[in-house]
């Protein structure tokens, strides 16, 4: 009989030691599980500021129709589908529609608030941002007006690379509910447009 009762106590023992090995792992692990997930973000959030800057001296420098190759993949395939031109030709329309515009228009400033972008998760797992943007034009009509934005660009990852997607008019809005269909429900912030004084936006 004292046998069967020191043979309980050692099986006890050992069930309890295994159990707090098993939670010793399973703790273990989450930390791990966490520590990688929290290298994954802060190498995504440098990633996308990169890109965020290189972005913004496209713009500095004057050549915005090489933000072109800033739109998202299957934005580009969408809207090729839909115009009939090839992508050669998708780029060189978007860089002659930029010139168009800097015709009546000044590009004095456009910038992303990059800290304040928070990366978040669709339903597909893609990492998306939307990032508050303020853009400054000049009026060349009349130089002592500008035209001042403040409205959102979504970034989002496709192929482990952050895109951008300017999504003003309402055809872009389609296009990327039609090329990613797991964004199509996001509600951009509400745009606001106004002319001010030159003073006034100093």
């Not at 090839?86 to 400033?109: C, H, P, Y």
């Amino acid at each position: 009989m004292a046998a069967k009762y020191i043979l309980s106590a050692v099986i006890s023992a050992s069930i309890l030691s295994l159990s707090a090995c098993n939670n010793e792992t399973k703790t273990e692990t989450e930390a791990a599980v966490k520590t990688v997930e929290t290298v994954q973000s802060e190498a995504n959030k440098t990633a996308l500021k990169t890109r965020l800057a290189a972005y913004e001296d496209i713009f500095e420098s004057g050549n915005i129709g090489e933000t072109y190759t800033f739109i998202p993949p299957a934005m580009k395939a969408a809207i090729t589908a839909s115009t009939g031109l090839s992508e050669d030709a998708l780029r060189i329309n978007f860089g002659k529609q930029w010139s168009t515009a800097l015709e009546t228009v000044s590009m004095e400033e456009f910038t992303f608030q990059a800290d304040a972008a928070e990366i978040q998760t669709s339903p597909t797992e893609r990492r998306y941002a939307l990032i508050p943007t303020t853009i400054v034009m000049g009026v060349n009509a009349n130089p002592d007006k500008v035209i001042k934005t403040e409205s959102s660009t979504l970034a989002l990852m496709d192929g482990g690379i952050w895109y951008f997607a300017r999504l003003d008019e309402p055809e872009m809005i389609d296009f990327l509910k039609y090329a990613y269909p797991d964004l199509g429900l996001i509600k951009l912030p509400e745009a606001e447009m106004k002319m001010i004084d030159r003073e006034t936006a100093q």
